[in-house]
């Protein structure tokens, strides 16, 4: 609890707050053990530590750490199973790419476009069959629109 999701709320209240470099800040404690689990106990966390990291680099301007946040959530499934964080984290490497895209240039900004889009379309085909009036859905297809 300590570790793992006191540092998470925190992060989450400071995320709303707008400050991402204290969500940061808060969140490096949960770093050290952050992939680990309880034996014979459920996961609990689906690496929502992980996923408000994401967010916070994302609202810092920082796209690449924030890609490899997500991208960590996204490489261990096992961990995540069927929680949110998961199929959200597809979306938050779709819009730390676009970050990218928007910040770098030449063929940086371009490989990063071109990351964005396929992880854009990834989120959307795994949603295909939400409800369309979702607001993180219109969101999302509303950015891929943008970008392409």
């Not at 408000?52 to 994302?58: I, K, T």
């Not at 261990?76 to 730390?96: E, F, K, Q």
Request: glycine letters at 6%.
């Amino acid at each position: 609890m300590q570790s793992l999701w006191l540092p998470a709320i925190q992060g989450q209240l400071a995320l709303n707050k707008k400050i991402p470099a204290a969500a940061l800040n808060t969140l490096q404690a949960a770093s050290p053990i952050e992939l680990g689990s309880i034996q014979f106990v459920a996961n609990l966390s689906c690496l929502y530590h992980v996923y408000v990291r994401g967010e916070a680099y994302l609202a810092a301007g920082q796209g690449s750490a924030a890609a490899a946040e997500f991208q960590k959530i996204l490489d261990h499934s096992g961990i995540v199973w069927n929680c949110w964080t998961g199929a959200l984290a597809r979306l938050g490497v779709a819009r730390a790419n676009a970050l990218q895209a928007r910040t770098s240039q030449g063929a940086d900004a371009d490989a990063a476009r071109v990351r964005a889009l396929a992880a854009y379309k990834d989120f959307l085909n795994l949603w295909k069959d939400a409800d369309p009036d979702i607001p993180i859905l219109k969101e999302a297809k509303a950015e891929y629109a943008k970008l392409q």
